[in-house]
């Protein structure tokens, strides 16, 4: 045997440059058909045949749910519209056969000599017994959401290539009531499903419960080996810095092998990074799989992944491959990867965990997801575009909330180009789960903890799921559940044999807000509050020291507002008084007495526009608040939440339509890696320093501004910032004490380098001595100028100008307007939003859009508090 392989390591490197035959792969994501269980009479084995008749079958949406099918076809309206959810059938009071379908699909697919094909699915919500040409493929009926199926279809494949594949797709078997409470009344929770689905304090219940061939289907050809579930772990010792020269970090790789053929198969597993080739002589018994592995890499001057705010992410690409002993390529699986090394070490000062990356702390500024669209109408373009948001607010960590899904490679790939870190829970919450007396639950307790029943399938789930994204270098963190554990029998195998076995690379947290994250000597959850609060609270109330969930408001504009609310009912909310039906559907959260302060409410407009400055203040004052105690109080935090997957009025930075708003960009400014701010309990002016290096040589910048615009204080100093630090500088206190300043100040601070550029600017609103923003009230109009210009294709220059001896032109929103339709395009990214122009002053906002607008016709707006509303055309 030994010179067989002596031989084989020759012939191979001699044949290293042959053609590759690479692996065919492609999703069946068209020409799909259904019908629901009672419209059809026959069985499987008839409809899978190709003469079975389906002309009158709906259009299906696969991926997607029944009720995105129904939607599309016109058989239901938008759910998320008004109360049009109400006119939907709910499945717990139709019965689960209302939303049992069948689903059809023909394709075409033979299979020649040694080639073997492989039908497989990514996600069915909930049960699938699946046929092919009047065959059964799976025997036994598949169960579970979060579960993917693999099946070899070669020897059911028609002769002549023309299949006819049939799904039965079964809901949950337990759908829950949809009776108010968070899950409904707890027993969604039963099954391996999305608890969302039943309701929650942030969504109205999805009537099918996303019942559906949810996730993608592929045909995948392969030859007589299949290379599957590859695994890639980076090594990076020592303490790294983010540029220069690197030190040699360690690569280690293997990946499950099969031999679905009758015969024997001899060869090699292997890859190849930077001229090196890292090979293993396997050989395969027929019908035989095992887990392979390589050996290790030394790799040279690695390019290193960093979060977002720290360093930069590059990607390597390699080819994992089994060859034969001529050299021909029998199955080639594509891998990408990022290098770099998680590892935590837990705060003795803050009581909480700290996570470091590459032997770097780093400290965590993350945002709360819950899914991309609450009916799974899942697209790369809108992962990208979501994860991309969270990256221009400067965050570093997106947390996947455990009611919903392990999230698909799609958001793991955004994640890793845009330097996300990621925090998965599994599925399990504390509402459902029984961590609280619920009279709304309709069993108690005990019996909650144990759900959900069938406790084999979610460590199967989970195995499978962990081999799905754990080479993802944005993955970080594991988590047993929202607010809660699994039962034991699952947590303990979890945590102490499938992720050390399939992973080992990443720290696993109980749950969400476990004493080994975050010590709660506060009492209370251990996360929250998740209402409006006073600006001043975030730097005074000491709260948990890795908060896993702090959030507050989140109401987009006015525009955003008419995408989902009937106009009879765009009434503006007022304090203290009920709010309007539609409202009050779509989740509001009030913002009590925080829009008074600028004046009550005229109307829904007002309302909107009033709100971002709101919105604006709160989020900027919550980060700048953790950020002020850094390794102090907090060694991290994780707002609740940041996106909303259905039209909800609470928590997001952004709509359900990709519509920013100011939430965003108060966000950004509180997030910047290197930022000048000030504590509104003392006035003291504060740098902080996220990075790895000192920050010498800069200049600390304060200027008050009367509510003209006119200047009347500054004060500056140099100063040095020491790496992963806050530096406290000097206060202005008493200078917003001066009568001149009585109805309200605007304070700007700048950070300037060395060459007298500006690395952090920041402006404050102040409200006048009785607490009211009086001066922003009766601000003077001011005309901005407006120029735009299309630099290259997908980037606007959009350069705002205020005349010296004019007002300061205050708090300006942009956006890109379709001039054939008049709305705005979505999504679209801006450098920065709700920017003040001081006299004399003009500021330069970079706008991108997506390239399927590259030949639209496009102006762009700006309106602002005191600069009304215009449209520009782009040069």
């Given at each position: 045997?030994?010179?067989?392989?002596?031989?084989?390591?020759?012939?191979?490197?001699?044949?290293?440059?042959?053609?590759?035959?690479?692996?065919?792969?492609?999703?069946?994501?068209?020409?799909?058909?259904?019908?629901?269980?009672?419209?059809?009479?026959?069985?499987?084995?008839?409809?899978?045949?190709?003469?079975?008749?389906?002309?009158?079958?709906?259009?299906?949406?696969?991926?997607?749910?029944?009720?995105?099918?129904?939607?599309?076809?016109?058989?239901?309206?938008?759910?998320?519209?008004?109360?049009?959810?109400?006119?939907?059938?709910?499945?717990?009071?139709?019965?689960?056969?209302?939303?049992?379908?069948?689903?059809?699909?023909?394709?075409?697919?033979?299979?020649?000599?040694?080639?073997?094909?492989?039908?497989?699915?990514?996600?069915?919500?909930?049960?699938?017994?699946?046929?092919?040409?009047?065959?059964?493929?799976?025997?036994?009926?598949?169960?579970?959401?979060?579960?993917?199926?693999?099946?070899?279809?070669?020897?059911?494949?028609?002769?002549?290539?023309?299949?006819?594949?049939?799904?039965?797709?079964?809901?949950?078997?337990?759908?829950?009531?949809?009776?108010?409470?968070?899950?409904?009344?707890?027993?969604?929770?039963?099954?391996?499903?999305?608890?969302?689905?039943?309701?929650?304090?942030?969504?109205?219940?999805?009537?099918?419960?996303?019942?559906?061939?949810?996730?993608?289907?592929?045909i995948e050809k392969t030859t007589s080996v299949n290379v599957e579930n590859p695994h890639v772990i980076t090594l990076v010792p020592g303490k790294r810095l983010a540029e220069g020269e690197q030190k040699p970090v360690i690569i280690r790789t293997s990946s499950e092998v099969s031999n679905p053929s009758g015969k024997v198969v001899n060869g090699f597993l292997q890859y190849s990074l930077n001229g090196k080739l890292i090979r293993a002589a396997v050989s395969l018994k027929p019908g035989e799989k095992k887990e392979v592995k390589l050996p290790d890499l030394n790799l040279e001057q690695p390019k290193l992944w960093w979060p977002n705010g720290y360093g930069a992410q590059p990607l390597y690409k390699i080819n994992l491959q089994f060859v034969n002993a001529a050299g021909k390529v029998l199955d080639d699986e594509p891998l990408q990867f990022g290098v770099r090394e998680i590892t935590n070490v837990w705060n003795d000062h803050t009581k909480s965990m700290e996570a470091r990356i590459n032997g770097q702390k780093i400290f965590i500024k993350g945002g709360n997801w819950v899914i991309s669209d609450a009916m799974l109408r899942f697209s790369d373009e809108r992962y990208d575009a979501e994860v991309r948001f969270h990256r221009d607010m400067n965050l570093n960590l997106i947390r996947i909330w455990g009611g919903a899904i392990t999230e698909r490679p799609e958001f793991y790939n955004a994640c890793d180009k845009y330097g996300l870190l990621v925090f998965q829970d599994f599925w399990f919450s504390g509402d459902c789960n029984g961590k609280w007396v619920d009279p709304l639950k309709k069993e108690d307790q005990w019996t909650r903890r144990q759900y959900p029943d069938n406790h084999n399938l979610v460590l199967e789930a989970a195995a499978d799921q962990i081999k799905l994204i754990r080479n993802h270098p944005s993955l970080a963190f594991w988590c047993g559940g929202n607010e809660i554990t699994p039962p034991d029998d699952i947590l303990d195998p979890l945590k102490n044999k499938i992720l050390p076995e399939l992973d080992g690379t990443r720290y696993f947290f109980d749950f969400s807000n476990t004493d080994s994250m975050s010590l709660n000597t506060l009492g209370g959850n251990g996360d929250g509050p998740y209402t409006i609060q006073d600006t001043r609270t975030f730097w005074s109330h000491k709260t948990y020291p890795y908060n896993s969930e702090v959030g507050s408001v989140g109401t987009g504009d006015y525009v955003s507002l008419k995408r989902f609310i009937p106009e009879k009912n765009l009434i503006a909310p007022q304090n203290g008084k009920p709010v309007d039906s539609v409202w009050d559907y779509h989740k509001y959260i009030p913002y009590d007495y925080h829009i008074d302060p600028y004046g009550k409410a005229k109307n829904a407009e007002d309302f909107a526009m009033k709100a971002q400055l709101v919105n604006y203040n709160q989020y900027r004052s919550l980060m700048e608040g953790f950020s002020g105690h850094m390794w102090d109080w907090y060694t991290g935090s994780i707002i609740w939440k940041t996106q909303n997957p259905w039209t909800a009025l609470r928590g997001q930075m952004y709509d359900y339509y990709l519509d920013v708003n100011a939430c965003l960009y108060g966000l950004r400014k509180g997030s910047e890696p290197l930022h000048i701010m000030m504590n509104p309990l003392d006035s003291m002016i504060n740098v902080v320093n996220n990075g790895f290096q000192v920050k010498r040589n800069v200049m600390i910048q304060a200027n008050v501004y009367d509510m003209d615009g006119k200047q009347q204080f500054t004060n500056q100093l140099f100063a040095e910032v020491g790496p992963s630090m806050v530096k406290k500088m000097f206060p202005v206190g008493e200078v917003l004490k001066k009568p001149i300043y009585k109805n309200g100040a605007f304070v700007l601070l700048k950070l300037l380098g060395a060459d007298q550029k500006v690395l952090s600017e920041n402006m404050y609103w102040m409200p006048g001595t009785d607490g009211e923003y009086t001066g922003l009230q009766n601000m003077k109009e001011t005309k901005l100028n407006v120029i735009a210009k299309e630099s290259k294709k997908g980037k606007i220059e959009v350069t705002l100008s205020n005349k010296e001896g004019k007002g300061l032109a205050f708090f300006n929103r942009i956006a890109l307007i379709n001039t054939e339709t008049g709305e705005r395009i979505l999504p679209s990214f801006f450098s920065d939003n709700y920017v003040s122009v001081f006299p004399g002053e003009s500021k330069t906002i970079w706008v991108d859009y997506p390239e399927k607008f590259n030949g639209t016709s496009k102006k762009v707006e700006v309106y602002g508090w005191n600069t009304g509303t215009q449209q520009v055309n782009i040069q």
């Open positions: 045997m030994k010179s067989f392989y002596l031989l084989l390591t020759a012939v191979l490197i001699s044949t290293l440059t042959l053609p590759v035959t690479a692996q065919q792969k492609y999703e069946l994501n068209s020409g799909w058909y259904c019908a629901n269980i009672n419209d059809v009479k026959a069985g499987g084995e008839q409809i899978s045949k190709p003469g079975f008749a389906t002309d009158q079958w709906m259009k299906a949406t696969v991926p997607g749910t029944v009720l995105t099918t129904l939607l599309n076809n016109k058989k239901v309206p938008d759910p998320f519209y008004g109360m049009n959810n109400k006119l939907i059938k709910d499945i717990y009071y139709t019965g689960n056969a209302y939303y049992t379908y069948w689903f059809v699909k023909s394709f075409n697919q033979t299979a020649k000599g040694d080639e073997q094909i492989w039908l497989q699915f990514r996600g069915v919500n909930y049960k699938t017994e699946i046929y092919l040409n009047g065959k059964k493929v799976n025997a036994k009926i598949h169960e579970g959401m979060h579960l993917r199926q693999q099946y070899n279809i070669t020897a059911l494949l028609a002769a002549n290539g023309d299949n006819r594949l049939a799904v039965l797709v079964y809901p949950p078997d337990v759908v829950g009531e949809p009776n108010g409470g968070q899950g409904g009344d707890g027993t969604i929770a039963k099954g391996l499903t999305t608890q969302y689905t039943a309701g929650w304090d942030w969504i109205q219940p999805i009537r099918d419960r996303n019942t559906g061939i949810w996730d993608k289907v592929t």
